[in-house]
């Protein structure tokens, strides 16, 4: 039986970087990932069979990720900003926020809402955000602090209008226009199936949203997701962590003993401390408890275009309206109305949505015989919880993408349909990925993408939020305290841990 100060339980971002703090700071280290390759869910994949593409399969942008972590630890990683927020179309016209032309944003407001008011509205409320953001980053590689503390650091108005009430009643009351209203809610939604008129787990999507990195951008990896695993691969190896692929974690002790099962059979290493990278009911089976399986609550949908499709807007051009966070039916009252449905039982009629090009800011992740002539797209659905997919997940998901597709189709002058890549086999480039899907093929209980549901950024009892009821066990990245999709705050945070105490 191998000994080693720390065994980390998955390999997936978050262990990644706790290993290369820990192995930096001279502590002997052990990865174990039960897949041929590490990363999680934060990878590049070819998921077209002769299709020179590496999409981003699962995760798909970068936002949470702390500067200090990439600087820490050396990454060789290039993050590129997205020059457009968002466009959302509405009728012949549509919603334009450009982050480097604030005059051309406020007269698309103009032209959609029909006056002033809610532009300065949004100016208002991102500002607020953006306050609110420099304030938390500070604080998310720190030990948690208090309720009240946090309160006293992001001001009366913030902590009432984001924390202390629901967010759909703070845009209510702050936005006149219906669509307006739904392009700050989906920020609240993203993998979250709540009503933001009364859920205060809304609230707290809300704010993983926002805050990355101290500025809430949602950034490009260039390379894909893979490259971002790749370069936290490269940093635990450099500082002398032992990475093990092909390892699948069977059971761990309160002793710090881990056991594994392998292609040359079942070992058993111990640990002076064990760091979880596992799903919080994934780390109740491995130590023989009864498992609490979340439920996500999202479609995801990767395609290959020929080109991008047309719109009804002839004011603007698809490479800016695709290139940012395309809104499709996510107007406030088309949230709630598909919330209603998918909470029913039923498969929304034109489930919310939103498509983003990554090959538009990054064309590496095309092969060379496909830059010009074809380009990625990326869908995220909303409200489709992982109940409406567990009696026939088949049938289910052909529902789901067929009114997907309708959806998308009712904002667009033309079908999707017509502009998907065909592969060689004579199949179009499209590949869906339910909440069960998710769980089959990727081990996320649930469908969950963020394992289970987000914490608030604080806590009285202190700590790093990465603590668990053993000693000598502690949570890294999924089901740590803070932090949500890729940000490696779960992995610095159980390295400091132990490193600080």
Known sequence: MGSYDVVVAGGGHNGLVAAAYLAGAGRRVLVLERYAHVGGLAVSARAFPGVDVRL?????????????????????????????????????????????DDLRTAASFRNVTGGE???????????????????????????????????????????????????GETVDERFRDDTVRGVVLTDALIGTFADPATDLLANRCFLYHVIGDGTGDWNVPVGGMGAVSGALEAA?????????????????????????????????????????????????????????????????????????????????????????????????????????????????????????????????????????????????????????????????????????????????????????????????????????DLERDAGLPGGHIFHTDLSWPYAEDGGWGVETEHERILMCGAGARRGGGVSGIGGHNAAMALLRG
């Not at 942008?61 to 990439?70: F, G, N």
């Not at 720190?142 to 913030?158: D, F, K, M, N, T």
């Not at 009804?312 to 039916?329: E, L, M």
């Open 56 to 100: 981003s399969r699962y995760s798909y942008l970068v936002s949470l990720l702390p500067t200090q972590i990439v600087r820490d630890l050396g990454l060789d990683l290039e993050l590129r900003r997205r020059r457009y927020a968002s466009y959302t179309p509405k009728g012949d016209t549509g919603l334009l926020v450009d982050n480097e």
């Open 117 to 167: 008011a809610d532009h300065a509205a949004w100016r208002r409320f991102y500002g607020m955000t953006a306050e609110v953001a420099r304030a938390l980053a500070l604080t998310l590689l720190q030990p948690l602090r208090p309720q009240a503390e946090i309160e006293r650091l992001v001001g009366q108005e913030a902590w009432r209008d984001l924390f202390a009430r629901p967010i």
């Open 236 to 436: 635990a190896r450099r500082a002398g962590a032992e990475i093990r692929t092909g390892a699948e974690i069977v059971g761990i002790s309160p002793s710090g003993e881990v056991t594994f099962v392998a292609d040359d059979g079942e070992h058993t290493v111990s640990g002076g401390h064990v760091l979880v990278n596992l799903p919080p009911a994934v780390l109740d089976r491995v130590m023989g408890r009864p498992e609490t399986v979340p439920e996500g609550a999202q479609l995801k949908v990767n395609m290959v275009l020929t080109r991008l499709p047309r719109l009804k807007d002839a004011a603007v051009d698809p490479r800016a309206a695709f290139s940012g966070t395309f809104h499709i039916n996510e107007g406030r009252d088309q949230l709630a109305a598909a919330y209603e449905q998918a909470a029913r039982g039923e498969i929304p009629e034109l489930p919310p949505a939103e498509v983003y090009c990554h090959s538009l800011t990054d064309a590496s992740i095309l092969g060379p015989g496909l830059r010009g002539r074809a380009e990625t797209m990326t869908l995220f659905g909303l409200h489709l919880p992982a109940r409406l997919f567990r009696k026939n997940p088949d049938k289910a998901r052909k529902l789901a993408l067929d009114a997907t597709f309708a959806s998308m189709n009712a904002v667009l002058a033309e079908p999707i349909e017509d502009c998907l890549l065909t592969a060689p086999d004579g199949t179009p480039c499209v590949e869906v990925k339910t909440p069960v």
